[in-house]
């Protein structure tokens, strides 16, 4: 994608994206698509963290009416599940940060198995994953506002941070 053809809400989600990457230290190797919705359950799917492929995909579609408060918030809770998975991989090579508890690390690998996920409403809530996920979103919403007064200075800052390798 070329970022001088990006609608000003993917120039949203992108610097949001680079914003919380850079405050969880997420690797450089991670990359990041805006895709159509055939890649997505529809077109009120946001987005989704390709565990696998180490990518995160933002819904263009999804994105043409996002409000900026889910834009962001949307950008913090996928990162949030790239670092979560990228805790339970230091695990496995004998690292451990300390941020979660062995209880959560246990859950938290259980959860990531594509068998034990599900969208499904009712579920989906309950993961401890995403009550993770969202708390963080929620949480670094509050940092973003006490640093930002709009977003423009987000995206002058963030926008072109990270490029995918």
């Not at 919380?20 to 895709?35: G, S």
């Not at 979560?84 to 991989?89: G, I, N, P």
């Amino acid at each position: 994608m070329h970022k001088n053809n990006q609608s000003l809400n993917e120039k949203l989600i992108i610097s949001a994206t680079n914003y919380a990457r850079e405050f969880l230290n997420i690797d450089e190797e991670l990359w990041v698509f805006i895709n159509d919705s055939k890649h997505f359950m529809g077109i009120n799917h946001s987005a989704l963290y390709d565990k696998e492929n180490f990518i995160i995909r933002f819904n263009k579609d999804w994105l043409i009416n996002a409000t900026e408060d889910n834009i962001l918030k949307t950008a913090f809770h996928e990162v949030f599940h790239v670092f979560q998975h990228t805790c339970l991989l230091e695990i496995e090579l004998g690292y451990n940060r300390g941020i979660f508890t062995n209880n959560e690390l246990e859950k938290m690998k259980h959860e990531f198995l594509d068998e034990n996920y599900s969208t499904e409403l009712g579920q989906y809530e309950n993961l401890l994953i995403e009550q993770q996920a969202e708390t963080f979103a929620h949480e670094f919403y509050k940092t973003f506002k006490s640093e930002f007064n709009n977003i423009c200075g987000l995206i002058e800052k963030y926008n072109e941070k990270y490029i995918n390798k």
